[in-house]
C-alpha cells in the first residue's frame, strides 16, 4: 500500500499562485508514476499533471500547460505541483496519485485525500 498525503490548497485570487505538496509513504518502491488529478464540483475528476517516481519528462492537460509545474524531490518522497496564473476554472479539490505501472494514466491505484483549491474572480 501508499499512503498520500497533500497539503498546500487555500484560497488565492485569480493571477495568484499556490504549491501544492504531496508526501508519500509505505511502498514507495513500488511507484513508477505520480500524478495530479482535480475535481471541480459536478465534474468528473480530469487528469492534471503526472511525472515519473524516477524523474524524467512530465506531462500535462492542456488547459495547465506553461502555467503548472510538476515535480519531485526524492530525498523528500514528496511530489509538488506549482501552479501560477490562476484561474477561477482551476477551482476544485485536488487530489494527488500514485501508480505502480504507469507514469500516465486516466486512473490511479493511490490516491490522497484531497486539498482544496479555490480562485477567485
Same mark, same amino acid.
Given at each position: 500500500?501508499?499512503?498520500?498525503?497533500?497539503?498546500? &490548497?487555500?484560497?488565492? #485570487? @485569480?493571477? *495568484?499562485?499556490? +504549491?501544492?505538496?504531496? /508526501? %508519500?509513504? !509505505?511502498?514507495?518502491?513500488?511507484?513508477?508514476?505520480? &500524478?495530479?488529478?482535480? #475535481? @471541480?464540483? *459536478?465534474?468528473? +475528476?480530469?487528469?492534471? /499533471? %503526472?511525472? !515519473?517516481?524516477?524523474?524524467?519528462?512530465?506531462?500535462?492537460?492542456?488547459?495547465?500547460?506553461?502555467?503548472?509545474?510538476?515535480?519531485?524531490?526524492? /530525498?523528500?518522497?514528496?511530489?509538488?505541483?506549482?501552479?501560477?496564473?490562476?484561474?477561477?476554472?482551476?477551482?476544485?479539490?485536488?487530489?494527488?496519485?500514485?501508480?505502480?505501472?504507469?507514469?500516465?494514466?486516466?486512473?490511479?491505484?493511490?490516491?490522497?485525500?484531497?486539498?482544496?483549491?479555490?480562485?477567485?474572480?
Amino acid at each position: 500500500q501508499v499512503q498520500l498525503v497533500e497539503s498546500g &490548497g487555500g484560497l488565492v #485570487q @485569480a493571477g *495568484g499562485s499556490l +504549491r501544492l505538496s504531496c /508526501a %508519500a509513504s !509505505g511502498r514507495i518502491s513500488s511507484i513508477v508514476g505520480m &500524478g495530479w488529478f482535480r #475535481q @471541480a464540483p *459536478g465534474l468528473e +475528476r480530469e487528469f492534471v /499533471a %503526472a511525472i !515519473g517516481w524516477s524523474g524524467g519528462s512530465a506531462y500535462y492537460t492542456e488547459s495547465v500547460r506553461g502555467r503548472f509545474t510538476i515535480s519531485r524531490d526524492g /530525498a523528500k518522497n514528496t511530489v509538488y505541483l506549482q501552479m501560477n496564473s490562476l484561474k477561477p476554472e482551476d477551482t476544485a479539490v485536488y487530489y494527488c496519485a500514485a501508480d505502480p505501472t504507469r507514469i500516465v494514466a486516466t486512473d490511479y491505484d493511490y490516491y490522497g485525500q484531497g486539498t482544496q483549491v479555490t480562485v477567485s474572480s
